[in-house]
């Protein structure tokens, strides 16, 4: 009788000689979540700050946001953000089923799709120019005049851009439509500008045809319950403080340029010329007057708080504004005393993917009107050190003469 080989181990001989095998039954699908969407990561995509999230989540936030740093840690990136392979091949590996499951449901989402195309169009645009094309050198002359020229041709696509705005503003804004009155489609208008996770329960109210009447009526009972089953908090959180101010206000409060001047069309108007005449009374009438609409979102903008790294720290911008930090209130009051005008320059930069046109055309002239507010300073100082001179001067005269 021949004895039975000995070369090939059992396979229980094998899970405790492979610690892979007998460390893989330990990995569950938290450890590999994404901080945006609190799922299984699908194309992670880490930044340079370490920090990874979902593919479509990064672009959701590039959309909403139109900034390019961390959503956890706010930290600007640099470049183009790439696909982890390693990462993203060793859960595909660990996590097929969850993987296969979470790229269906993304697939089918019309809104993710458009965001993810709107992130690769920014994407290859950042792409540099080669050297032979001399594109790039092309780009970058003009120099004054041509900073003039783009002005001139911005107040013409800035006014174009405003007419049709202000057509479409009647109809379209939810700032002038009382909020029993707002059909499903419009609650889910009012539900992405949240935030991008917003997209997330897009369909659940679609499919339950929440309109006006029924939000109004909704608690955090019935949103952390089917069919809404909003599990984060902070989601949840964020959703109810915007529904507070919605039902305090009636209609829904202004959260972009083109809103604030629907809402306020003369208050616009005299901040339009305030802010270029006087930047310094007008910033301190937006304080005085205006603090809690104007002043705070204007003042959060240019001087950011810097967030912690939770979930939270994402719907701050959009929600529950605090009063500023001593920090805050010292970088403002240094760019207040010198310069003004940049304040408006960096709100407006925060804005230009949003508004570009009307964005460019505030820059282009809160430069322009910074070099005209330095030259003034330089010619009043250059007289008073001639005043000096002179005296000075007459003064060595009159003890001479006198000698």
Request: with cysteine; proline share 5%.
């Amino acid at each position: 009788m021949e004895e039975p080989q000995q070369d090939d181990p059992a396979p229980g001989d094998l899970e405790k000689d492979d610690p892979l095998r007998s460390t893989g039954p330990q990995i569950s699908v938290s450890e590999f979540s994404c901080h945006c969407c609190y799922d299984i990561l699908v194309n992670p995509t880490t930044l340079n700050c370490g920090h990874s999230f979902c593919r479509h989540c990064l672009a959701l936030w590039w959309v909403s946001s139109k900034k390019t740093e961390c959503p956890e840690c706010r930290e600007k990136w640099e470049g183009f953000p790439k696909v982890n392979i390693l990462l993203r091949d060793a859960i595909e590996k660990l996590f097929p089923d969850a993987i296969r499951m979470r790229s269906e449901d993304i697939q089918q989402n019309p809104d993710i799709t458009q965001s993810l195309r709107a992130f690769q169009k920014y994407g290859n645009d950042q792409i540099p120019l080669a050297p032979s094309t001399g594109r790039g050198q092309q780009q970058r002359g003009g120099g004054f005049f041509s900073g003039v020229l783009t002005a001139l041709t911005g107040v013409a696509v800035v006014l174009l851009v405003y007419h049709w705005s202000s057509r479409e503003s009647e109809h379209d804004l939810l700032v002038h439509k009382a909020v029993a009155k707002w059909t499903a489609e419009e609650v889910v208008l009012w539900l992405e500008q949240l935030g991008p996770w917003a997209s997330l329960y897009r369909d659940r109210f679609l499919s339950e045809r929440v309109n006006g009447r029924l939000l109004l009526t909704l608690t955090e009972e019935e949103f952390a319950r089917a069919p809404y089953a909003i599990e984060s908090s902070s989601h949840r959180r964020a959703i109810l403080l915007e529904l507070e101010r919605v039902k305090a206000l009636g209609v829904k409060p202004p959260q972009n340029l083109w809103e604030y001047k629907a809402v306020n069309p003369g208050r616009s108007l005299f901040l339009l010329y305030a802010l270029k005449s006087s930047p310094r009374l007008g910033l301190l009438y937006l304080y005085l007057f205006d603090y809690t609409d104007s002043f705070l979102p204007f003042i959060h903008t240019i001087c950011p708080l810097q967030e912690d790294g939770t979930s939270e720290g994402i719907i701050t911008k959009f929600l529950d504004l605090r009063d500023p930090t001593w920090k805050q209130w010292r970088e403002f009051l240094v760019k207040y005393s010198f310069l003004p005008y940049q304040l408006i320059a960096e709100f407006a930069w925060d804005w230009l993917e949003v508004h570009y046109w009307t964005s460019r055309f505030l820059i282009v002239n809160a430069m322009l009107l910074s070099v005209l507010e330095l030259f003034s300073f330089w010619r009043i100082w250059s007289r008073s050190e001639l005043k000096k001179d002179g005296s000075v001067n007459r003064h060595g005269l009159h003890q001479q003469t006198w000698q």
